[in-house]
DNA sequence: ATGGTAGACCTTCTA
């Protein structure tokens, strides 16, 4: 089972790329992020097209999640728990139906910067709720992968230049330990499957031509619960899709499993 | 040099 997650900057600005995309790959499930529209103004038809069942956790304007799976998908939550006045969508959770059951969020941790402000401290609070409801689903002892744009560059290797980015709220120390306090919780970061391989950036920014001098970083994670983890066979990058027509800054990232 | 681009949407915010 192929498991994708891809922060698309807009659904309906994208929806050629991400459908070219979807034709080639073929993925089980696909989380998005950043849709950029209400449920209503999400183009399930053009998914349901290909194959896929839709659920949709929308906001208008900015943020916004969905995730996408073959089989049906049950026991969908919106939202994540703990803070009941939070209006941003960024969390959807589902159990993609079928003989082996995997339970699966779309996730988009909020981005934090500047420093300093209601902002960063808001990811953190964010963060903080993320671990408490992954302590949570981690004790069902499911097969269960968190995937999305965590808004987190997690060590000096997953950036083409350190230096550059200690100001910014994605490689903070604080934001770095809540995404480690994730994995001592149990979770494991698909990324390592990758042997040997070079520094794997997930997302290049749009300004100062960072994409044709390679200055990139990884910040799209797959999180794996135990039972995931035992199964991953592959992990994979796309980003030939930075470089098509009308990208999105951040590219697809896959996770496959055989349960 | 504190730049640059993209998307939603209406003037500026977010990233």
């Known amino acids: 089972m192929k498991i994708a997650t891809w922060n698309v900057n807009s659904v309906n600005a994208r929806l050629e790329t991400v459908l070219r995309w979807f034709e080639a ?3 089980d499930v696909a989380c ?26 929308g906001q208008k304007t900015y943020n916004g999640v969905a995730l996408l799976s073959r089989t049906p998908l049950e026991d969908v939550r919106r939202g ?7 209006e941003q969508a960024r969390y959807l959770e589902a159990v993609i139906s079928g003989p082996r059951p995997v339970r699966v969020a779309s996730i988009y941790l909020p981005n934090g910067n500047p420093l300093g402000t209601d902002k960063f401290t ?23 992968a ?9 060590g000096p290797d997953d950036v083409y230049d350190p230096a550059a980015w200690t100001g910014d709220a994605l490689f903070q120390p604080e934001s770095r330990a809540a995404y480690r306090t994730l994995q001592w919780l149990g979770l494991t970061d698909a990324y390592a499957a990758i042997d ?12 100062a031509g960072a994409w044709p001098r390679n200055h990139g970083i990884r910040i799209d994670h797959i999180l794996l619960s135990p039972l995931a983890a035992d199964a991953l066979r592959a992990f994979t990058i796309h980003r030939d899709t930075r470089g098509w027509e009308k990208p999105s800054d951040h590219v697809p990232v896959v996770a496959e499993i055989e349960l």
């Open 25 to 27: 790959e073929r993925p």
């Open 32 to 57: 998005l992020q950043e849709i950029k529209c209400v449920d209503e103004k999400f183009p399930a038809e053009a998914f349901e097209r290909l194959g896929y069942n839709v659920v949709v956790h």
């Open 80 to 86: 994540l728990p703990g803070d009941d006045a939070d």
């Open 122 to 144: 808001y990811k953190l609070a964010w963060f903080a709720r993320l671990a408490a409801h992954a302590k949570d689903l981690l004790a069902l002892e499911e097969p269960l």
């Open 146 to 154: 968190l995937a999305g744009d965590y808004n987190v560059i997690p």
């Open 196 to 207: 040997g391989a070079p520094a794997g950036y997930t997302f290049w920014d749009y300004q």
